[in-house]
């Protein structure tokens, strides 16, 4: 049988809950860690990868400011 491993992110409340959470997708977690801090930090990491300007995530970010107010109308 081959072995798929695969990484991704899961939200949830303690390590025993992100172990539940796979297990009933039927994965097994080789590997869990805490990823610490709010979520812009966690937006300009991946940000940081892509090599994107200032310009750029200015203007992401004031798109996006102007799609959620659209929406709270």
Known sequence: MNKIFQE???NAESEGQ?????K?????????KEIKGNFFDKISER?????VGEKFVS?????????LEVMNL
Not at 24 to 32: C, D, M, R, T
Not at 47 to 51: G, N, T
């Open 8 to 10: 991704g992110e899961l």
């Open 18 to 22: 992100a172990y539940s959470v796979l």
């Open 24 to 32: 009933h997708q039927g994965l097994i977690a080789v590997e869990i």
């Open 47 to 51: 940000l940081e990868k892509f090599k």
């Open 59 to 67: 203007l992401f970010f004031r798109q996006l400011s102007t799609t």
